[in-house]
């Protein structure tokens, strides 16, 4: 591997192989670069524990990690240009614009949140939550909201329905799909998580907006498209988020065609289409075993790639199998999925109690995943029938 190993995003991917190259035994350089001016933090709890004032800045590591593991941590420091070819990044930071050489070059720049179309930068009370910065302008407004849409009920939107639920916020949650997660989770499964969401907040299923609508420079309701009107002061717009990649812009790294997710084209161990540049997390998709191309923006899957990634640089074998896995917290019950069913298997449910309950997935007789809510220890205990080929007759009636 050649040195410096030049990092490019200063979130869980980029801190996450920092470490493990440092813990595997990497000596060189390692320069970390992250465009926000806060050392790196963790999403997950910004539209749970941020939102509702029950944590700050959900720091990854403590400033001494950086120090002490010799990880060269710039913030404010944007990569604008990639050269392949001078094995070069482009950095612009506090208005001088400079230019690092790397060895080896790993991107994990994750995703920028997409906004509404048509809402003017200068409303206030429209919101996004994909930084620190964006989850305690939510927490503020949220303060002194008499009452929040959110647009999307995809898992960040339905966290934030049931924050500003917490908060005693009236919220209505509006969705264009008929059932919420059904895309992601299937029919069945998309309908019992959306129980939750009827007990707590009024839910707008198979309906779009059409206009977040502004009086005097402030948002003021949201027009849906059946013709209603929904009141609120305060919009959270969930709507997903995309890989801003115009730094790649000139370099020749390929990205992936939007139908397989698009995002940065890697290999099965995140090497892009250039020498000695890798990619990895939101941003990247890579191809699995079968040939397929899968970007996937969840913490766990990050994790993972981090570690695979690791051990490709390091020349390790890496032999425990991960299981995908996934969690979203919403109105007090972890909702958890392990493995990776297509929302087409067959469903099993093996518990339910109207709110707690826990199913197997199924295609061909054989167990593709476990979805949970509230049943943590009993999920977790699955996760070992994930590892081999399991009959789904396996589990039921234990
Ligand atoms: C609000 C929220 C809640 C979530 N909750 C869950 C959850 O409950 N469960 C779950 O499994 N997953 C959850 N996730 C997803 C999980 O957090 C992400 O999968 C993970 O953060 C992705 O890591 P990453 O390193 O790819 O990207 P990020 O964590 O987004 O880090 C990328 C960093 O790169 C920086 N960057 C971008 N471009 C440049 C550039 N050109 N130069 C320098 N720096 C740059 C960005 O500013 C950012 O700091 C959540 C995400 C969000 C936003």
Redesign the pocket.
Known sequence: MNEPIVI???????VRIADNLRSGGYEGEIVL????SHP?Y???P???AVVTGDADRPDLKPAEFYVDNRIDLRTS????AVDPLAHTVTVESGGATSEVAYGTLVL????V?RRFPGVDDDVTGVHV???IDD?LAVRKAASRATSAAVVGAG??GS?VAASLHALGVPVTLIEPAPTPLAVAIGERMGQMVTRLHREAVDLRTGVGVDEIVARDGAVSSVRLSDGSTVEADLVVVGIG?YP?LD?LEGSGIELAPRESGGGIACNGVGLTSAPDVYA?????NWTDAHGDHHRV??????VDQAALLAAELLGHTITHQAVPY????QYGLKIQMLGAPHPDDEVHVAQDDGRKFLAYYSRDGLLTGVIGAGLVGKLMKTRPYLQTPTPVSALLGQ
């Open positions: 490019v995003g200063a979130g869980l991917g980029g670069l992250g465009q926000e790196p963790d999403r997950p910004l539209s749970k420091s944007r990569v604008v994990a720049t994750g995703l949140a939550i994909r930084t989850a898992f960040i966290e988020g801003d730094y990895l997390g939101d941003a990247a923006e969840h913490w766990n899957h990050v996934f969690w979203s917290d």
